[in-house]
């Protein structure tokens, strides 16, 4: 608990702080401030309005656990497919070792779970980028459950090919909160070194198309969409 003696008045003065007013704070209302804030970036990633790109997620009937829903391991290989999807068809990625001017080496990668999904239900992977560097690409990800609903969503061929983008009405089909979000970080290298390699203007262009603001305000919508590398 904590007592009226610590609510001080410079936090219903001003809704910015002054630095130094937090260090004389106690300690718990210190980290239920830091708390509350990363709640509330936490909760902006999983809505779909966070995301740039959607593709559709066919789960398996080796995917579920003992349980009955999808085992916590295999989000990860989800994550990946979205990743690498968009690369291969949007950003013209190379995965011929022979051919490839550029290897990706997946260094971070993390999911949090909210509440599962089990087969056969189809949700939809979600993908943004969030920093491009010279070398590198950092993701953010979340994956969307269908609506309930009485009979599965009809998914097209084209939308597991393609994918969709933020502002299709696809995605009225998927609920508007994430059930898993994520986050993932891919260093790019030359095959014959290992050092890291810059990445060609054209990749980044369509890397960038996916960067949205942290508020969950895209920054994308009128943007031109990527053209298929493939």
């Known amino acids: 608990l904590i007592s009226e003696d610590h609510l001080c008045l410079p936090l219903q003065q001003s809704p910015?702080?002054?630095?130094?007013?937090?260090?004389?704070?106690?300690?718990?209302?210190?980290?239920?401030?830091?708390?509350?804030?990363?709640?509330?970036?936490?909760?902006?990633?999983?809505?779909?309005?966070?995301?740039?790109?959607?593709?559709?997620?066919?789960?398996?009937?080796?995917?579920?656990?003992?349980?009955?829903?999808?085992?916590?391991?295999?989000?990860?290989?989800?994550?990946?497919?979205?990743?690498?999807h968009y690369l291969i068809r949007y950003c013209g990625l190379k995965?011929?070792?022979?051919?490839?001017?550029?290897?990706?080496?997946?260094?971070?990668?993390?999911?949090?779970?909210?509440?599962?999904?089990?087969?056969?239900?189809?949700?939809?992977?979600?993908?943004?980028?969030?920093?491009?560097?010279?070398?590198?690409?950092?993701?953010?990800?979340?994956?969307?459950?269908?609506?309930p609903a009485?009979?599965?969503p009809a998914v097209e061929h084209w939308d597991f090919s393609d994918g969709f983008f933020f502002g299709d009405p696809r995605l009225a089909r998927f609920a508007t909160l994430a059930c898993t979000t994520g986050f993932a970080v891919h260093v790019f290298v030359n095959p014959a070194t290992g050092k890291p390699a810059g990445l060609p203007e054209d990749f980044c262009l369509s890397l960038l198309r996916l960067v949205t603001q942290l508020q969950g305000e895209c920054l994308h919508p009128e943007s031109p969409l990527p053209e298929n590398k493939v």
């Open 150 to 152: 009485e009979e599965l």
């Open 95 to 147: 995965t011929d070792l022979r051919t490839s001017p550029t290897l990706g080496f997946m260094v971070t990668n993390q999911c949090t779970f909210h509440t599962p999904v089990g087969f056969p239900q189809i949700p939809v992977a979600a993908l943004a980028v969030e920093k491009v560097g010279r070398s590198s690409v950092d993701y953010r990800l979340a994956l969307f459950p269908p609506k």
């Open 16 to 84: 910015t702080m002054t630095p130094w007013i937090p260090r004389l704070l106690p300690r718990n209302v210190r980290s239920l401030s830091a708390s509350s804030e990363t709640r509330r970036v936490e909760d902006g990633r999983r809505h779909q309005e966070a995301c740039g790109y959607f593709l559709p997620i066919q789960t398996r009937w080796q995917d579920n656990d003992q349980y009955g829903h999808v085992n916590n391991a295999v989000y990860y290989s989800y994550f990946d497919t979205i990743i690498n």
